[in-house]
């Protein structure tokens, strides 16, 4: 286990227990942890809702922006990971198999500097 699978492993129980602690396991359904996924995504999406596309990351040097963007990509983070372990999924070995795919999917000699395309 390399260690950034360690620190989602890790991050992962942190979060278990967190839910444990406060008897919050019971509302922890896969529905309700997707539903509140989403809420967050849309917070998120929120920061970035009116900036312009060309002005995105030097908007968020602002200390306060990036602040409130990490606290946002965090509240992402922390349910989706919620929902991998109540549905029993180890996210980095699915992470790393669905890269793999996508290597093989998207040749670096076919698709270089071109956008994918949904057919």
Do not use: C
């Not at 620190?7 to 942890?33: G, M, N, V, Y």
């Not at 793999?100 to 057919?119: H, I, L, M, Q, T």
């Amino acid at each position: 286990m390399s260690t950034a699978d360690e620190t989602l492993a890790s991050l992962t129980r942190q979060i278990r227990e967190f839910s444990r602690e406060r008897d919050w396991e019971q509302f922890h359904d896969p529905k309700s942890l997707i539903l509140a996924l989403v809420g967050e995504v849309g917070e998120l999406a929120e920061l970035f809702q009116w900036v312009p596309a060309d002005e995105a990351v030097s908007q968020f040097e602002d200390v306060a922006r990036r602040r409130r963007a990490g606290e946002e990509i965090s509240d992402v983070l922390i349910y989706l990971l919620r929902l991998a372990d109540v549905l029993g999924i180890d996210v980095a070995a699915a992470a790393a198999a669905k890269l793999e795919g996508s290597r093989a999917r998207f040749d670096v000699a076919n698709v270089r500097g071109v956008a994918p395309r949904k057919d």
